[in-house]
């Protein structure tokens, strides 16, 4: 059972690291560290570092993302990624698609469907008329 | 290449990076080439950040976050390359099938057994490391105590001797000189502890790479047992 849970959350993660990815370099480039310490500091996920580059390299390959090697003041470059104008965009739709996601899954794990949200509000009005 | 790290934690990013490098093997050098400068320059800054420890515990710590060298590397081939090694791991299959079929489960129990002996051989190896590091440290500070005395009041030995009739206590060409043997015995025993003290240090290394040789292994036995359960 435990392993099953991993398994799907390993599942949830790998679309959801992608979306986060694409967020952090929404605001601003960054390298490889950069990034994952970006997302290490956000909260409390735990994830491999190494988990970053794969996500990168597809999004560079499907040309979601820049990448651009930078010398740096002290070690080997860096090799900093950017949103391309493509990927700005499917982004954008991305994220407003998301969070319809997640309201969808806030409302239907408190069992308030739209049509339950709708009967509740009915029913306040009902209420409210009587006390008038 | 530069080296960006002290020695010892370079020669693991080496290590690191070459093990990947062979799990990247069907990709074109240049693609190669750009991962590991990717990686290698990660492990530079994730190092850096990595305060807690020496510079072993430091890199160890820096290469545990950022996965196995197989793990980051496979996840960087292409579909084609893994069908490759998908076409690799049936054929090595067929083969441990064919050895199954001929030679059944005593082979099978019996490669078990050489793991489990090669394992226990070397937690043996390293125990007897660690008690005679020990016992050299205990028997120098013993002897170095002897030669104190020794030196201090050479005539208690001499006393002993007199007194048991024998001697007990001998101190060969320097029987009428117990200091003179004192101090040498003090020279020895303190070149003895301190043999057994660098063994000790050592030691630490010593024991860290053989856990982290160990957490490798399990992670692989891990690994095969839950993908085996996923099958089932």
């Known amino acids: 059972m435990a392993e099953e849970i991993d398994n799907k959350v390993t599942q949830l993660r790998k679309g959801i690291l992608e979306l986060a990815i694409m967020a952090a370099l929404y605001h601003k480039t960054h390298y490889g560290y950069s990034l994952v310490r970006n997302l290490a500091g956000s909260g409390s ?41 493509g990927g700005r965009s499917v982004f954008e739709s ?10 969808l899954v806030a409302s239907a794990s408190t069992g308030q469907t739209e049509e339950g949200q709708a009967k509740t509000t009915k029913k306040i009005t009902v209420r409210r008329n009587k006390d008038e | 290449m530069n080296n960006h790290f002290p020695l010892t934690a370079e020669k693991i990013v080496a290590d690191y990076l070459e093990k990947m490098k062979m799990h990247l093997k069907g990709m074109n050098e240049n693609d190669q ?10 492990i530079y800054e994730s190092y850096n950040a990595e305060k807690e420890g020496d510079d072993i515990d430091r890199i160890l710590k ?12 496979a996840s960087r081939m292409g579909e084609s390359v893994s069908l490759l090694g998908q076409k690799k791991k049936s054929l090595l299959y067929i083969l441990s099938g064919f050895l199954i079929i001929f030679f059944a489960a005593p082979l099978g129990m019996g490669g078990l057994g050489v793991i489990a002996g090669l394992l226990a051989a070397l937690l043996g190896l390293l125990i007897a490391y660690f008690a005679t590091a020990v016992s050299f440290v205990v028997s120098g500070f013993i002897c170095a105590l002897v030669g104190l005395i020794a030196i ?24 009428n000189h117990p200091q003179i043997a004192g101090v040498l015995t003090l020279i020895i025993a303190m070149m003895l502890a301190a043999l057994g003290l660098l063994m000790l240090w050592s030691g630490k290394h010593i024991w860290r790479g ?7 292994m399990l992670d692989k036995i891990r690994k095969i047992f839950s993908r085996g359960r996923k099958k089932t």
């Open chain 2, 33 to 42: 080439n750009e991962i590991l400068a990717e990686i290698r320059s990660h």
């Open chain 1, 94 to 103: 991305l994220q407003t698609e998301f969070q319809s996601l997640v309201q």
């Open chain 2, 210 to 216: 053989f856990r982290y040789v160990l957490n490798l």
């Open chain 2, 62 to 73: 820096t290469l545990k976050r950022l996965g196995e060298p197989a793990e980051v590397a």
């Open chain 2, 152 to 175: 201090i009041s050479p005539d208690i030995f001499l006393e002993i001797n007199r007194w048991a009739g024998e001697a007990i206590f001998q101190f060969g060409p320097f029987q």
């Open chain 1, 45 to 85: 996920v735990e994830l491999k570092e190494g988990t970053i580059y794969p996500i990168l390299a597809r999004l560079a390959r499907e040309g979601l993302v820049h990448s651009e090697w930078m010398e740096s003041s002290q070690g080997p470059p860096r090799k900093y990624y950017s949103l391309s104008t």
